[in-house]
């Protein structure tokens, strides 16, 4: 039963700080192994990509399964045929990424510069519409590199694909440990 359900507050941010605090070497930790991990992701690309395309195909066969079997409980039959095929167009998703890694992987390393040149837009879009200050100039400069990213990518596929999956999980792994560390020794107690 939920804090809420019984009548007691939950608890305050201070609160969960604190329990946080006794743990703050295994947070630190964390944050280390991702950041060797990282490392690592960088120093063998070409495996990091494999193991991207992989973890996506498995991914992409769970949820295939789950909205199939979501869909077997639709009350109309049009509604059913609409999970089916999102289900199963999942599950050849992710045979593909698992039987077929290098295909997967020209699509993958495609949708993703693609990707990143749309949010590019959107971005700058969306910062017009903000005050002009400098949160619409750093909304912009973020557009921008993110378009010159997605660029990049696009126009040095097919030759980029066997390592940009692997080098942004290194990068994004790199990052996320810094943060943990960083985080973990803000929650060590001062003396």
């Not at 507050?9 to 329990?19: D, F, M, N, Y």
């Not at 990091?48 to 409980?73: D, K, P, R, S």
């Not at 980029?160 to 999980?169: P, R």
Request: glycine share 10%; with cysteine; hydrophobic share 60%.
């Amino acid at each position: 039963m939920s804090n809420a359900a019984n009548g007691a507050q939950p608890p305050s941010l201070g609160v969960a700080i604190e329990h946080l605090r006794a743990r703050w070497g295994e947070i630190v930790a964390f944050g280390a192994l991702l950041f060797v991990l990282g490392i690592a992701a960088l120093c063998f690309v070409v495996p990091a990509t494999t193991a991207v395309v992989t973890v996506n195909g498995i991914v992409f066969l769970v949820a295939g399964v789950a909205e199939i079997a979501v869909g077997a409980h639709a009350k109309s039959g049009a509604r059913f045929f609409l999970w089916l095929i999102g289900g199963a167009l999942y599950l050849i998703v992710g045979i593909i990424c698992i039987l077929d890694r290098d295909l997967a992987t020209l699509a993958l390393t495609l949708a993703l510069g693609a990707g990143l040149i749309a949010a590019a837009v959107v971005r700058a879009y969306l910062a017009f519409h903000l005050p002009p200050d400098n949160s619409r100039a750093m909304v912009l400069v973020a557009a921008a590199f993110t378009f010159l990213l997605g660029l990049i990518i696009v126009a040095q596929w097919p030759t980029n694909a066997a390592y940009v999956l692997g080098i942004l999980l290194g990068v994004d792994l790199i990052f996320h440990g810094v943060g943990w560390t960083t985080f973990g020794y803000g929650l060590r107690p001062r003396r």
